[in-house]
């Protein structure tokens, strides 16, 4: 048994047990979690005063945009059976919990003059759980289910929302504060402004090159607005830490060709540099080559000004700086080639970016088609994290695959072993400072646009149950065991396992 102090979570007593020589071991403050968010699991969307959603919305009205035609009405049914979930927590022996809060269940209309009392009970009742367990929450605020009455007002593409954010972010640190130590404001705002405004993805927006940008640059802002009035009001009363969580694919050349190397780091920048260069670099504005190319690109298109937004000085100033530790969800790799540099008429992300990005159809598949299996880089991307923002502190938010239904998931098995080895050398070799893991996902959900198509979990849902039951896969014991150890298993791991 050892005892260490976890940075991220203050002063937590880790469990390092049955380490044997040989094994690939993560340092022994290095910490296990797993991950949900709350319209994928929780379902009750319109009970108990909860208001709704973007995605209550978008799934009732575009069924046929889901895959299965579903959506999260009931999902697992976490609103009413979050105590199994906890039990599956304390089988896998997690550290901490990342989970998510649903605005519209805390502020219905989505503003802080009214507050729905069940909501607030619903998420006490939850990190309670937690405590009790001994099991750390690491809760991030939004995981793309903004309310509904604030996309009538034009949703992140209207500044104003970034102001009412910070309103909800006060509500949640007055009434979790004490018992919450890790925060994380936004996931993935690389997938929810660029899919949610110029792809397929709830509120349904066209326009990747125009209401893409203005998106990330009012949850930029509120990001920073948020940081400022944590570390002004709160951080002295209940300590307590910051970050936000990006989606961070590696993205490599697709030849050894110039033009690919520097096309990669064009598109690095486009998609990571976007949200990571105004909060991480010193210059705390947007990376260089997305100003120089969408100014000129608008230009050619004749608007009269650049579609990409300016930051005030004082906004800079705000954001520079304002995260406290990197969380990074990593799945996959892409090749990048050169693209055509053709400006195209309609403005978008992608002409913007110019690059052509691919998969080689031999690396192994999963279970969705965006996602194959390229553990190097896992690693690559570590390492440019570090390099270009100075070995910031990072926590692995998210990282998983989606398997073949069943529980014998020999692919999430196989992932999980392969994806560790990269990070673990990532960790003790290359010195990349990475404090936890945390497994996406706790169980199956509903995923997106693919609905319940796609499973993600180490647990099995059975949607046909009325309980939504839950079942251990093979995945679940394998990481149990990692959990408990701190180390990887060097033996060929028996996919034969005793519940
Ligand atoms: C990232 C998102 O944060 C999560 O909601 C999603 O289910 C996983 N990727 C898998 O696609």
């Known amino acids: 048994m050892c005892w260490k102090i976890l940075l991220l979570f203050a002063l937590v007593t880790l469990r390092c047990e049955g380490r044997s020589s040989g094994q690939l071991c993560f340092p022994k403050d290095f910490t296990w979690g797993v991950a949900t968010a709350s319209y994928q699991i929780e379902g009750a969307w319109n009970t108990s005063g909860k208001g709704e959603s973007i995605w209550d919305r978008y799934t009732h009205s575009h069924p046929e945009q889901v895959f299965d035609h ?31 809060i649903s605005w519209p269940r805390i502020l219905p209309e989505g503003f802080s003059n009214d507050v729905n009392e069940d909501g607030l009970r619903y998420y006490s009742e939850l990190i309670n759980e937690l405590h009790a367990n001994s099991i750390q929450p690491l809760v991030t605020m939004y995981h793309w289910d903004l309310p509904q009455t604030l996309q009538d007002l034009g949703g992140w593409t209207n500044p104003i929302v970034a102001d009412y954010f910070v309103d909800y972010a006060r509500v949640l640190f007055t009434n979790f504060g004490p018992k919450v130590k890790a925060w994380i404001t936004f996931n993935e705002p ?41 570390e002004a009001e709160f951080k002295n009363k209940t300590g307590g830490n910051v970050g936000i969580t990006l989606d961070m694919a590696w993205l490599e050349p ?27 670099s010193k210059t705390g504005d947007y990376p260089p080559i997305m100003r120089r190319r969408i100014d000129e690109i608008s230009r050619r298109q004749h608007f009269p000004r650049s579609r990409l937004p300016t930051f005030t000085e004082e906004e800079v100033k705000m954001i520079r700086g304002s995260s406290d530790f990197l969380g990074l969800n990593h799945y996959t790799t892409y090749l990048v080639a050169k693209g055509k540099g053709k400006v195209a008429v309609q403005p978008s992300f992608d002409n913007d970016m110019g690059v052509i990005i691919s998969q080689k159809p031999e690396w192994p598949k999963s279970n969705s088609t965006w996602l194959r299996v390229v553990p190097w880089g896992f690693r690559k991307i570590l390492n440019w994290v570090k390099k270009t923002y100075d070995n910031p502190l990072v926590v692995i938010t998210e990282n998983g695959i989606s398997s073949e239904p069943g529980l014998q998931d020999s692919k999430r098995v196989n992932y999980i072993d392969a994806y560790l080895r990269s990070l673990h050398a990532a960790v003790t070799q290359d010195g990349c400072n990475i404090i936890g893991y945390t497994h996406w996902s706790l169980m199956d959900n509903f995923e997106w646009m693919r609905g319940y198509s796609e499973r993600f979990g180490l647990y099995e849902v059975d949607y046909t149950s009325p309980q939504r039951t839950r079942t251990p896969r093979v995945s679940a014991a394998y990481y149990a065991k990692i959990v408990k150890t701190g180390c990887i298993p060097s033996q060929k791991y028996s996919l034969v396992f005793k519940y």
């Not at 959506?71 to 979930?85: C, E, L, N, P």
């Not at 993805?201 to 009012?218: F, I, Q």
């Not at 520097?262 to 105004?278: L, T």
């Open 254 to 280: 697709a030849t050894t060709s110039e033009d690919d190397q520097k096309s990669a780091e064009v598109a690095r920048q486009f998609m990571f540099g976007w949200y990571a260069h105004p909060i991480y």
């Open 70 to 100: 579903s959506s999260g009405d009931v999902a697992d049914d976490s609103y009413h059976q979050f105590r199994a979930d906890i039990s599956m927590l304390r089988e896998l022996g997690v550290l901490f919990y990342r989970f998510s």
């Open 190 to 230: 690389l997938s929810f402004c660029r899919s949610g405004y110029g792809g397929n993805d709830a509120p349904g927006g066209h326009s990747s090159g125009l209401e893409a940008y203005m998106c990330a640059h009012n949850v930029l802002r509120a990001h920073g607005m948020t940081y400022r009035m944590f």
